[in-house]
T-cell receptor, first 113, second 114 residues
Framework: KQEVTQIPAALSVPEGENLVLNCSFTDSAIYNLQWFRQDPGKGLTSLLLIQSSQREQTSGRLNASLDKSSGRSTLYIAASQPGDSATYLCAVIDPRTGNQFYFGTGTSLTVIP | DTEVTQTPKHLVMGMTNKKSLKCEQHMGHRAMYWYKQKAKKPPELMFVYSYEKLSINESVPSRFSPECPNSSLLNLHLHALQPEDSALYLC?????????????FGPGTRLTVT
């Protein structure tokens, strides 16, 4: 069964810093990887989707990379702002289990003004 | 329109009540999902509907009963719940469940069972 972990579990940075969130998955046979943001008590907002044939995707201050062979993805946030404070979740689609979505454990980010 | 809507936003119910959660999308997606999320945990998959047929049931207790009346609507009927069922219930949709797909999530219903 695919296992997805995110390190660190929590991160606190001062405003303006660049930061990297990590996502690791145990089996490289994935269709795609999706990064989400979740504010407390709210639903998930999709940030970036990287297909298995791609190596990275960019949206504004966000850049996500994917290395299938090593089972890793990173989400880079440039010039962090207090509004970036949220929990960030990655998820992969595993074709071996009916294309189910497997979520990571999440990283809780706090950006201090 | 890339929106998934859920009603109600909050629900408090007793253990003997019967209530329903509703989810709607108008993106033409043919797959819809129910997830349960406890505090500080990732969402856990409960049910998947593909082309209005239940395709995945992750061994969810029968006190949760899903229904997909049409391709735009998904309901979750609740009956005789337990306090440990209190959680955020999230609905999601995607174009299909085949291969490469992106999921879109609703804002969730915060359920409290007393």
């Amino acid at each position: 069964k695919q296992e997805v972990t995110q390190i660190p579990a929590a991160l606190s940075v001062p405003e303006g810093e660049n930061l990297v969130l990590n996502c690791s998955f145990t089996d490289s046979a994935i269709y795609n990887l999706q990064w989400f943001r979740q504010d407390p008590g709210k639903g998930l907002t999709s940030l970036l989707l990287i297909q298995s044939s791609q190596r990275e995707q960019t949206s504004g201050r966000l850049n996500a990379s994917l290395d299938k062979s090593s089972g890793r993805s990173t989400l880079y946030i440039a010039a962090s702002q207090p509004g970036d404070s949220a929990t960030y979740l990655c998820a992969v689609i595993d074709p071996r289990t009916g294309n189910q979505f497997y979520f990571g454990t999440g990283t809780s980010l706090t950006v201090i003004p | 329109d890339t929106e998934v809507t859920q009603t109600p936003k909050h629900l408090v119910m007793g253990m003997t009540n019967k209530k329903s959660l509703k989810c709607e999308q108008h993106m033409g997606h043919r797959a819809m999902y129910w997830y349960k999320q406890k505090a500080k945990k990732p969402p856990e998959l409960m049910f998947v509907y593909s082309y209005e047929k239940l395709s995945i049931n992750e061994s969810v207790p029968s006190r949760f009963s899903p229904e997909c009346p049409n391709s735009s609507l998904l309901n979750l009927h609740l009956h005789a719940l337990q306090p440990e069922d209190s959680a955020l219930y999230l609905c999601a949709s995607s174009q299909t469940t085949s291969g490469n797909y992106e999921q879109y999530f609703g804002p969730g219903t915060r359920l409290t069972v007393t």
